[in-house]
C-alpha cells in the first residue's frame, strides 16, 4: 500500500513539473504523441520524429496484435510510444 502512495505521489510531482515545460505534438497515423520538452534530446526526437528512422516506423506498422515490442532503453521510448496504439504488446527494460 506504501508504494501505491508513492507512486501517486511521484505522479503527482511529475504532472506538476511537466506542466510548466513546453510539449510538443507529433501526429502520427496511430495518434498524437505528445513529447515533453525536458532538454535537448526530447526536443530533437519530437521534432524529428517522422524524418529521423522511417524505415523504423514502416516497420511498426507492420505489426499485428499478436506481436511483442521490446523497448530496450536505447533512447526515450518515442518508438514504444508509436507501436502501444497499435494494441501490440510493449515490453520496456
Known amino acids: 500500500m ?4 508513492e ?3 511521484d505522479q503527482k510531482k511529475l504532472e506538476t513539473i511537466s506542466e510548466n ?10 495518434g498524437n504523441i505528445k513529447f ?9 526526437r519530437g ?17 499485428s496484435p499478436e506481436d511483442v515490442f521490446w ?3 536505447a533512447n526515450i ?3 514504444s510510444l508509436y507501436a502501444g496504439p497499435k494494441k501490440c504488446s510493449s515490453l520496456f527494460f
Open 2 to 5: 506504501n508504494n501505491h502512495l
Open 7 to 9: 507512486l501517486i505521489r
Open 21 to 30: 515545460l513546453p510539449i510538443h505534438s507529433v501526429k502520427t497515423m496511430h
Open 36 to 44: 515533453v520538452m525536458y532538454g535537448d534530446t526530447s526536443e530533437f
Open 47 to 63: 521534432r524529428t520524429f517522422h524524418v529521423k528512422e522511417p524505415e523504423t516506423l514502416a516497420w511498426i506498422n507492420e505489426f
Open 71 to 73: 523497448d530496450i532503453g
Open 77 to 79: 521510448g518515442c518508438y
